[in-house]
């Protein structure tokens, strides 16, 4: 399991589990900042800091590892985010959006604001900075979001 971090970026870089958990800005209890949820990640922002933002990159781009969903929002607006990948000590299961699971801090509902808890991706496998908007695959009807939650 690696995630692919690329695009606008100083050093694209490919971070498997143990190069996650080696950045700083690990968050111990993934509970504490995305309730109900259990296991270890890491802050975004370590991992972007790892490979160096470019200048003039806005916009962040997350692809699930089977390509069927992607979303891109301005960079500003995921904040404190985190990628959990761990659960008791080894890799975040599948069946928990693992290996790398994206998580807002705090968001809003889904189909509420641009960015919610749709907006939270599993099994992250590429992030994308970019200069212009990327990939977005999240509904954009209620029946579309009716759908994506109905695999859940």
């Known amino acids: 399991m690696a995630i692919t971090v690329q695009g606008a970026v100083t ?6 589990f143990d190069a996650l958990a080696a950045l700083p800005g690990q968050v111990a209890d993934l509970g504490q900042v995305v309730e109900g949820r259990e296991g270890a990640a890491v802050r975004l922002s370590a991992v972007l800091e790892s490979v160096g933002v470019a200048d003039g990159a806005d916009w962040i781009t997350l692809e699930s590892d089977d390509g069927e969903f992607a979303i ?48 939270n991706v599993k099994s992250v496998a590429i ?4 200069r212009e908007r990327g990939r977005d695959t999240r509904p954009r009807t209620a029946r579309e979001h009716e759908a994506l939650h109905s695999h859940e």
Do not use: K, M, W
């Open 72 to 119: 891109s929002v301005h960079l500003a607006a995921v904040g404190d985010a985190v990628l959990a990948y761990s659960f008791n000590g080894g890799p975040l299961p599948i069946e928990q959006g693992g290996p790398v699971r994206f998580y807002l801090v705090d968001a809003a509902d889904c189909g509420s604001a641009s960015v919610d808890e749709c907006t």
């Open 11 to 16: 050093a694209a870089a490919e971070l498997d």
């Open 127 to 130: 992030i994308t900075l970019s």
